[in-house]
């Protein structure tokens, strides 16, 4: 059977939002919740990974970086508000914030948590830094 291209990427970018609802789902069982209702999660979430990396294989966009492309064509910023006391401010707490989240994480056991998403916005805040230092 041949799935149309546009359907895989449908189907892969449902399959991006079930990942963000079973990683917030997660934060609440890790919790709250028993081992079996722990493990049902996790088997969902790998489910889920899986069938998101076979539709990536198979040609579908990747629904995580089809939002980065287009957060990234936004509005221009001026070069010299990229490394502005505000901006390195934010860097600087958005580090603190991944690297206490990343922590966290790994005291409960929370494998998939938020601190990758954080890592990746203090990543992104620490490059606009470099960039104007240039």
Request: net charge negative; glycine share 6%; hydrophobic share 45%.
């Amino acid at each position: 059977m041949r799935i149309p291209l546009l359907v895989r990427d449908e189907w892969a970018q449902l399959a991006g939002n079930v990942k963000g609802w079973l990683r917030r789902a997660g934060r609440r069982v890790n919790v709250w919740s028993d081992e079996p209702t722990r493990r049902a999660l996790a088997e969902a979430q790998r489910n889920n990974d899986e069938l998101l990396e076979e539709l990536k294989i198979s040609g579908a966009a990747d629904p995580v970086e089809s939002i980065r492309s287009a957060d990234a064509a936004g509005p221009d910023v001026p070069l010299q508000l990229l490394g502005s006391p505000a901006a390195r401010r934010y860097a600087e707490a958005i580090r603190r914030a991944a690297d206490a989240c990343q922590e966290m994480e790994a005291e409960r056991g929370i494998a998939d948590g938020f601190s990758a998403e954080l890592n990746s916005f203090a990543e992104t805040a620490e490059t606009e830094i470099a960039l104007h230092a240039e």
